[in-house]
């Protein structure tokens, strides 16, 4: 008994030496976690900084900005550029909740539409999958182009000034539909719904209840982008909208840039030189940026951390 014992506490404690020496191997040295820490503050600082430096510029006094140039601590602060843009009043704010309305309606039924599509056309057991993904792939290789599709809105759809006009164009991918049929396929295990099935789930209630939550990372990718997406929408409203309570954000960013150019160019013809110099165009511009964008970078930590998690690990053991 004692000659079976020894050579067992020897291979045990020849384990717990390479055991820690593979351990000690593997973990990072105090100087380099701190070389990585700061090379990543670094990248993202190098991120960051071009928006940051934008917001100190439309803070920025219109004629300082000419005279010392863009300055990371300008000598002196104003909130010009954002009077301006707030002049317009009922319009910005007008402006501001039809793009919040469009962004909100259309983000959710992208997200169904895509989602419903993609799932039909991942399940092998759907008999006109083949069809349907090449009647979505056909789309991103040909297309009616701008004519048609704006025959179809006005003459067909009838929805000329109509807030659906900057809604439904947008609300179907195909590019969407392919990345989440390919993550149905690879990430929702065939195993969990074949379970499902057995305990008489139906085909809406596997895909409410198990592909949705499982799906979630997925479906925040594309979330986000489709959020992205109709939030800098403008060229719809230029095409469709000429209702001035349906313009939205980015539009009337756009006209109002557009009416300052001309009011400078034509400043000797139009109006006085004295008002022409006076108008903050640089910082305005700078403005129109943070506007535009801050509502999206607050938004983006949200979605965030559905892009880190991955929700299938543990649901099925082989």
């Known amino acids: 008994m004692s000659n079976l014992s020894e050579p067992v506490k020897r291979a045990s404690a020849h384990t717990r030496r390479t055991g820690k020496k593979s351990r000690d191997l593997n973990a990072i040295s105090p100087l380099s976690n701190v070389i990585f820490n700061i090379a990543i503050g670094l990248f993202a600082l190098s991120c960051i900084f071009p928006f940051l430096f ?6 920025t006094d219109e004629k300082t900005l000419a005279i010392n140039g863009f300055k990371l601590f300008p000598e002196v602060w104003t909130l010009d550029a954002y009077r301006f843009l707030m002049e317009s009043g009922q319009q910005m704010a007008q402006s501001f909740g039809v793009t919040l309305t469009v962004t909100v309606v259309g983000t959710a039924l992208t ?3 895509v989602t419903t599509y993609a799932y039909a056309i991942s399940r092998k057991n759907f008999a006109q999958r083949r069809f349907f993904s090449f009647l979505a792939f056909f789309t991103m290789l040909f297309s009616g182009g701008l004519v048609p599709s704006y025959i179809v809105v006005t003459q067909v759809l009838h929805l000329r000034d109509s807030i659906w006009a900057l809604i439904l164009p947008s609300i179907m991918n195909a590019f969407y539909i ?13 195993a969990v719904i074949e379970s499902a099935k057995i305990d008489g789930a139906t085909e809406f209630g596997i895909y409410t209840r198990i592909v949705l939550p ?3 990372p997925g479906i925040a990718t594309i979330g986000l982008f489709s959020t992205l997406g109709f ?3 403008w060229f719809n409203a230029l095409l469709y909208i000429d209702n001035a309570n349906l313009i939205p954000l980015q539009t009337l960013l ?4 557009n009416n300052m150019d001309f009011v400078v160019q034509n400043s000797s013809r139009v109006v006085s030189y004295d008002i022409a110099s006076t108008l903050p165009t640089e910082t305005v511009r700078m403005a129109m940026v943070v506007l535009a964008t801050l509502p999206v970078a607050l938004a983006y930590p ?4 559905y892009f880190i998690q991955g929700l299938t690990i543990g649901s099925v053991k082989e």
Do not use: A
């Open 54 to 59: 934008i917001v100190i510029i439309s803070f």
């Open 111 to 113: 997200l169904y539409l």
């Open 178 to 190: 392919i990345v989440m049929r390919t993550f149905f396929t690879t990430t929702v295990p065939d």
């Open 214 to 216: 499982i799906s979630l």
């Open 231 to 233: 939030w800098n929408d």
């Open 254 to 257: 756009i006209r109002i840039q």
């Open 302 to 305: 949200f979605f965030q951390k």
